[in-house]
């Protein structure tokens, strides 16, 4: 059982640690992806997103199922990872 939260745990460190790489590869400066209890994505202060992790249990085995699902592209009042991209262009040119 004690299992179940590491992979969450892991999961959590692999997302945040996938967006920054993927915007270091893109000469964005260092953003601040991080992760709110138990499961909200921010970036630099504000939600981008969530991360789902389920289990079931059989045959004496932990099925373990992770996701995430990000604002990529979508309209106010919220904010996705195109604006923030847009905004790291601007300020960077």
């Known amino acids: 059982m004690e299992e179940l939260f590491l992979y969450y745990n892991m999961l959590c460190l692999a ?3 996938s967006i920054k790489d993927v915007c270091d590869a893109k000469v964005f400066p260092y953003i601040g992806v991080r992760i709110k209890w138990p499961n909200d994505l921010y970036l630099n202060g504000v939600e981008i997103g969530g991360i789902l992790c389920t289990s ?23 904010t996705c990872l195109n604006k923030v ?9």
Not at 56 to 78: C, I, Q, W
Request: charged fraction near 25%; glycine fraction near 8%; aromatic fraction near 6%.
């Open 56 to 78: 079931a249990y059989r045959s004496k085995k932990f099925n373990v199922t992770g996701g995430m699902g990000l604002n990529v592209d979508n309209e106010l009042p919220t």
């Open 85 to 93: 991209s847009n905004e790291l262009s601007a300020s960077t040119d």
């Open 15 to 17: 997302i945040t640690e």
